[in-house]
């Protein structure tokens, strides 16, 4: 039996810098443009946009103006995320304007919260007799676990403890709702998050409550006699969604993965979203409590989800309905759903798992939904957003109206559901807490992102120095900067994707012997040691498991990390009328416009020309003609950004 670690450690985001071309632009994008922007959007400045209210509905609340409460029951979350995302930008660079605007928010957060703790703007605006009512449907604990996200980042970011103490004002309340005392609610959240921003605020706090607490939600969840259905009949058989409806929430307890406790469930099931969340509180506690139950329940859970249940861009969640998992192999690509927040939450249960585990695939699928889904989830200017991330579309105007049939090829620039937009910008910008694992054993290097990071291991301080231009790149050099030797292992991923990586230390070869993902280099360092890895990148095929039937007789094309797709843009319409012949030869070109600086596959394809006419269908149809046609396929997180148009990840091939 392994034994769970009791030491693992993310990178504090003051100790590393980026200086990778690819990310040092997303980073000065979220700060000059995508922060601002939402900024503009949650105080309904945006034209042409939905309104958000966020900023509103705390003024409400905090009695410094009129009005009732407007938008979604979670519409709190979005400003937490936001605050969460200015936070990881300041550990950066000093902004005295952004720090200024976010100290005004807090402020304003801290004047909304009500005087034993509570603070939800929705209950507090809109329905003060309904507190802690209906955990089922609403959304009081999961805006609970953004605030309690924002808390932590901002004061790890500027050492003001403002919203940290508001935020464990409120945990403080909530731990006296919730518990097994008699006179104690026995319940949890139906939508997870407060579990993993509890184990985060316990690890900033050193409170031991926080984690009992979080240890109490994610217990609790999925015991007899079920706490939906307690709920449910004490509230008077209303639900929150009745103008819809909507009570299957109550009903359909795997939606929200309470259909059974957690160490039981045996496959992932019900909303992306949720599922992930709660599994990154899993893992958190398991590790922290050596909890092999739910070390295995993590693993089996991770492994349906990976194995099974995970798109080729790294995205989850197939269906619209519910926005959740279906089944084992089904895998849908027109009618994808895979939400952006569920891609941001897989990379949060990664790093948990990688933190537990040291295991390269939980690094794999992490760069897969990274450089993929999440990245694809916001336009190349910062500016507008995919809520949704299918893998084929065709914009089909319905006759007399101008709405898309299930998926408009374009993206939004906010929405009334909002989680998405802030959440790739706190995603983005806290990219750096991603890149290394610090576990007892090795310093591990999950991804290949350009900077200089600063580490204190085995009483030693250094500095590891990224070069290179990853994901177009293939040469990755690390160099040691350190003013005395020292000795450490360090564990360097060898991506699933690369077939024949080459590694060398100061020129010399060194052979490689993967260990669960990882080329783990056991030395004594000196200044100035110099690590290269190379990683391949051909233009790789990738087909799938015979039972994902959406994909039969099908391939999708991938460089490195990158997911490429079809646009009508550049070859026509009909996307689904082009052949990739096994043998075609594939060229690598710099893209143009847009797509400058990003790179595009050339190669010779097929269109097929079926003949009939206008016929609907047609009688014993002989073999279609065909011609040449040259295709080109763009990453797949640049999709979209070059007007509407047909769009096509998997290709047919013969």
């Known amino acids: 039996m392994t034994p769970v670690p009791s030491n693992a450690t993310e990178l504090a985001l003051q100790r590393i810098r980026l200086t990778s071309p690819f990310w040092a632009r997303y980073q000065a994008l979220v700060r000059e443009v995508v922060v601002p922007y939402q900024w503009e959007a949650l105080n309904d400045r945006l034209p042409d946009a939905e309104p958000s209210h966020a900023i509103a509905n705390l003024r409400i609340a905090a009695g410094r103006e009129q009005g009732a409460f407007q938008g979604m029951v979670f519409q709190d979350s979005d400003v937490y995320k936001w605050l969460e995302a200015v936070a990881y930008l300041l550990c950066r660079e000093p902004d005295e304007a952004l720090e200024r605007a976010a100290d005004e928010v807090i402020e304003l957060i801290a004047a909304a919260q009500q005087p034993d703790g509570y603070l939800n703007t929705y209950f507090i605006a809109k329905a003060p007799a309904e507190r802690w009512t209906n955990l089922t449907e609403c959304h009081e604990l999961y805006c609970a676990g953004h605030l309690f996200e924002a808390g932590v980042a901002y004061v790890q970011a500027t050492g003001k403890r403002r919203l940290l103490e508001v935020c464990c004002r409120f945990a403080d309340h909530i731990d006296t709702v919730f518990g097994p005392a008699p006179d104690q609610l026995h319940g949890y959240p139906g939508h997870p998050e407060v579990e993993l921003a509890l184990l985060r605020l316990h690890e900033t706090t050193g409170e031991p409550r926080y984690r009992s607490l979080a240890q109490y939600f994610i217990e609790q969840r999925g015991t007899w006699p079920h706490f939906y259905d307690i709920e449910y009949e004490r509230r008077g058989r209303t639900s929150f969604w009745d103008n819809h409806g909507r009570d299957w929430m109550v009903r359909d307890k795997a939606y929200s993965q309470a259909h059974l406790p957690i160490v039981e469930q045996t496959a992932a099931t019900g909303h992306a979203v ?153 995603l983005l910008a806290s990219i750096g807490r991603y890149v290394y694992t610090q576990r007892d054993d090795a310093l591990y290097v999950n991804l290949y992102l350009g900077s200089e990071a600063e580490f204190e291991r085995n009483g030693a301080h250094f500095k590891l120095r990224q070069r290179g231009d990853y994901p177009w ?154 011609q040449r046609q040259a295709l080109a396929f763009v990453p797949y997180f640049c999709w979209a950004n070059r007007g509407e148009g047909e769009m096509r990840v998997w290709v047919d091939t013969c």
């Open 274 to 426: 949720r599922f992930a969340y709660l599994l990154t509180g899993v893992a958190h506690l398991a590790r922290l409590s050596g909890d092999e139950a739910k070390r295995e329940a993590c693993l089996r859970l991770w492994d349906d989800m990976a194995q099974r249940q995970m798109y080729v861009t790294g995205g989850i969640g197939a269906q619209g309905w519910g926005e959740s998992f279906t089944s084992a192999y089904d895998l849908p690509n027109d009618s994808a759903y895979t939400e952006s927040c569920a891609s941001i939450g897989l990379m949060m249960f990664a790093s948990r798992m990688l933190q537990m585990e040291g295991d390269g695939r939980y690094a794999d699928a992490m760069e897969r939904a990274l450089y993929n889904t999440v990245l694809a989830g916001m336009s190349l200017d910062g500016t507008r957003f995919f809520y949704v991330n299918p893998l084929e579309t065709v914009p089909r105007v319905m006759p007399g109206s101008h709405v898309y049939d299930h998926v408009k090829p374009v993206r939004q620039r906010w929405f009334a559901c909002a989680c998405c937009p802030p959440n790739i910008a706190r």
């Open 473 to 626: 790149d293939e040469r990755i050099e690390l160099d040691v900067l350190a003013d005395a030797p020292f000795a450490t292992t360090l564990a360097l991923r060898l991506p699933e994707w690369c077939a024949q990586p080459q590694l060398q230390v100061n020129g010399e070869a060194v052979q490689i012997d993967a260990d669960k993902g990882y080329a783990r280099l056991t030395r004594r360092w000196h200044p100035g040691d110099c690590i290269v890895l190379e990683l391949p990148m051909p233009v790789r095929r990738v087909s799938a498991h015979p039972s994902l039937r959406q994909a039969a007789g099908k391939v999708a094309l991938q460089r490195g990390p990158l997911v490429y797709c079809l646009e009508q843009v550049d070859n026509g319409p009909d996307l689904h009328q082009l052949v990739l012949p096994a043998d075609a030869v594939f060229r690598v070109l710099p893209g143009e416009g847009v797509l400058g600086g990003k790179q595009v596959i050339q190669v010779e394809g097929v269109r097929r020309l079926p003949a009939g006419g206008d016929a609907l269908y047609r009688y014993d149809a002989g073999t279609p003609a065909q």
